[in-house]
């Protein structure tokens, strides 16, 4: 299984800019732009039964953004599927502008094996 943080700029669709990935993802909403983030957190992750819960923990925006931006995980299973018969998903967790009004974040689904 591979899991990498997702994030995307909704308002001007420019890409984002990543200081770090996993497991503490940052980044800018600007592709030109590093080091003045705008969504950081704490992944984590678990299997719980048939279950893949992704968590994104103390999300927070040092530099809050003026654009609408996406935050969330690309997964890829090996060895099983979502419960929709695919591999790969895009899982979003929150859509926020300014100061997200979430800190702790969380979305569970189910796998077949």
């Known amino acids: 299984m591979e899991i990498a943080p997702h994030g ?3 308002s001007d669709r420019s890409g984002v800019k990543w200081n770090q990935g996993f497991p503490a993802p940052c980044f800018d909403d600007n ?3 590093g080091g003045r983030p705008n969504a950081a957190w ?3 992750y678990s299997i719980d039964g048939d279950q893949l819960c992704l ?3 103390g999300l927070r925006s040092q530099y809050e953004p003026g654009n609408v931006l996406q935050v969330g995980y690309q997964v ?3 060895g099983a599927t ?3 018969g695919t591999r790969e998903k895009t899982v979003i967790l929150l859509e926020f502008s300014g100061r997200p009004k979430q800190s702790v974040l969380k979305s569970c689904l189910k796998l077949k094996f």
Request: proline fraction near 6%; aromatic fraction near 6%.
């Open 76 to 78: 890829t299973l090996t």
């Open 31 to 33: 592709p030109n732009r």
């Open 55 to 57: 968590s994104a923990l």
């Open 42 to 44: 704490q992944a984590s």
């Open 8 to 10: 995307a700029d909704l």
């Open 82 to 84: 979502f419960e929709d």
